[in-house]
């Protein structure tokens, strides 16, 4: 062992962890040998083998109480070495041999083994999780609190400054990131409710929807009959997986109301120009000289504004040049359907031209 390093360090085992030793083992008292224990932290494992050995030439080693959980790691990762000694006075001492890496398990859990590789990577990692680690060992040894609600108080007040928990009228606690907004809260209640949100109480007061919340707010969503998110929220929303609902939501509305408006510009300038259509094969084959998939597209591309009601004239006197160049019958049917009606007779069609004339003189946008 010369030229290495060990660290020794000593522990007395808690009150209630003898208590419940002694009830779930049915062990007395006098049998329970691990009162204190000793822990010998060294840099490898053939180092744990090594100060073992070293340990049971000098001292009378307890058969029963060997234990190689190196060899065989418990189901949560834990590894070392338990040896029983009779030490001076006749006194059993526990001993409890590990590495390094063993000793940050055992004492932060599974996690903190990729920690400590990046330590021996000499990679650079921030202190997130030193102070996650610390949080939650910090809130587990608070010897002030004395009641289940003094604990829940105090875990509210101390979460994680990365998350708020706010709290429905029913009781439940919602898990929401710093900054969220009433909005973000009815999102994660439920889709539904978020899209229906209207105004929001909070702690008995109705506040504005872009107000951040605190941990241990309680919040009120306040609803419509209807879906109806506004633009704005997206100012304002923390959650990233409610802001894509809402963009997503807000798309759909988007075209929808585009396809709506194209389609009454449609209706109503083809009723103006008399255009109708044969069948609806030729209005297919219209849309194919087009590029256009079909009538929702052109409606919408209508109602955006990259489609003028005259490049849909363009494309129906290009399909029919090769029957009266130029000379095209624009008419309309019944009122009730607008678009697609047999083709009148060809002694009323009238030049394209002047079709083109009247609609440039206010009816073709």
């Not at 085992?13 to 009830?23: D, N, P």
């Not at 003094?150 to 509210?156: G, R, T």
């Not at 109503?268 to 609806?280: D, T």
Request: with cysteine; net charge positive.
């Amino acid at each position: 062992m010369r030229g290495s390093s060990q660290r020794f360090t000593g522990r007395s085992k808690h009150l209630y962890s003898i208590y419940r030793k002694s009830v779930n083992r049915n062990i007395p008292f006098e049998d329970i040998f691990d009162l204190a224990a000793i822990r010998i932290i060294v840099k490898t494992i053939a180092q744990c083998y090594e100060v073992l050995g070293i340990l049971h030439r000098n001292f009378e080693p307890l058969e029963h109480r060997f234990r190689d959980y190196i060899a065989r790691p418990k189901v949560n990762r834990y590894q070392s070495l338990h040896t029983g000694l009779i030490g001076p006075q006749g006194r059993v001492v526990e001993v409890q041999i590990r590495t390094r890496e063993m000793h940050a398990i055992a004492e932060e859990g599974v996690a903190a083994h990729w920690k400590y590789k990046e330590f021996q990577s000499g990679v650079q990692t921030n202190n997130h999780f030193d102070e996650q680690i610390g949080w939650i060992r910090n809130l587990l040894s608070q010897e002030a609190t004395s009641s289940a609600g003094e604990f829940l108080e105090y875990f509210k007040m101390n979460l994680y400054p990365e998350i708020i928990i706010a709290i429905t009228p029913e009781g439940d606690y919602i898990k929401l990131p710093k900054g969220s907004t009433p909005v973000d809260f009815a999102f994660a209640v439920h889709s539904g409710l978020g899209f229906r949100t209207i105004g929001a109480r909070v702690n008995g007061r109705f506040a504005p929807l872009r107000t951040e919340l605190n941990t241990g707010d309680t919040v009120e969503i306040i609803t419509g009959s209807t879906p109806n998110p506004g633009k704005d929220w997206l100012d304002f929303m923390k959650s990233s997986k409610a802001r894509q609902k809402v963009r997503t939501w807000l798309r759909r509305r988007e075209l929808e109301d585009a396809i709506r408006l194209g389609k009454e510009i449609f209706e109503k300038r083809s009723r103006k120009a008399h255009l109708k259509f044969e069948n609806n094969e030729e209005f297919s084959a219209v849309l194919r000289q087009m590029k256009i998939t079909d009538d929702n597209q052109l409606y919408a591309r209508l109602g955006k504004g990259s489609l003028l009601f005259t490049d849909i004239l363009d494309a129906v006197c290009a399909l029919r040049e090769d029957e009266a160049p130029c000379e095209i019958e624009l008419e309309i049917g019944p009122k009730d359907t607008p678009a697609f009606q047999g083709r009148s007779d060809r002694s009323d069609r009238q030049p394209a031209d002047t079709l083109r004339q009247v609609l440039q003189s206010g009816t073709g946008r």
